[in-house]
């Protein structure tokens, strides 16, 4: 199954995902994170990895990507676009790009290094194929997205089995989760929520948003800032059991 999380900037994405992760794993199950957020570099830390090369080094690198990329859009789509020549499985996945444990591992589709380098459309395309050539073999693959809805237009979700919208305290996020959900029922996806950094003061949020699709509520913690903060592990939360039990049902 293939899991993807999104929402906007700052609500806890990669969090979410690490701590997903980490409990999925934590019941005997093999997880793939997929780091598909082009300028956010932190989650290999709340998994306690180094960080990874990036996996379109292993296909030429931004340059070719770019190249191709461009071939595709000047053919007028007479062809499709073909990165990945065919469909693969986690070991199959080139392990100098990958890094991790026995339980969960972690690839970076791709990051922007350096000023000037060029948009990030390689990667959204690279997300997409790898997303939809992936096939599994009893492994969970949680995949952490970019903030906001690009990776909607760029067809990232079409790969992925259920997509769960991460919602902190403030209305920005609750019409982002409202256009997540419009969007996602367009594809054919189950769409979930994750209400995340909840205190007395922001618990109305609850009444904003389609509680139906709300899989469980993150407190506000101080340890799990201060992991955030510092980069350090990220603390257990008990909350992720009842999380994952109605993901992965």
Known sequence: MKILICGKGGSGK?????LLAREI????????VVDADESNFGIYRM????QPKDFMESLGGKRALSERLMRFIRSERREALSIIPEEFQIK?????????????????????????EGCACPMGALAREFLEKLRTNGEY???DTDAGIEHFGRGVETG??????VIDPCYE????SEKIAEMGEKIGKDVFFIVNRIDEDSEDILDMIDRDRVIGVIPKRKDLFRASLTGGALPEIAIMG????????
């Open 25 to 32: 794993a934590g019941r005997g199950t093999r997880v793939l």
């Open 173 to 176: 996020s609750v019409q982002l």
């Open 141 to 143: 693959v949680i995949v």
């Open 160 to 165: 992925c089995d259920k997509i769960v919208a």
């Open 47 to 50: 998994l306690g990895f180094d």
């Open 14 to 18: 990669s969090t979410v995902s690490a």
């Open 242 to 249: 009842e999380i994952a039990d109605r993901l992965i049902r």
């Open 92 to 116: 199959d996945i080139p392990p100098e790009v990958v890094v991790g444990d026995e339980m969960v591992k972690l690839v970076a589709i791709g990051k922007i290094h350096n000023f000037g």
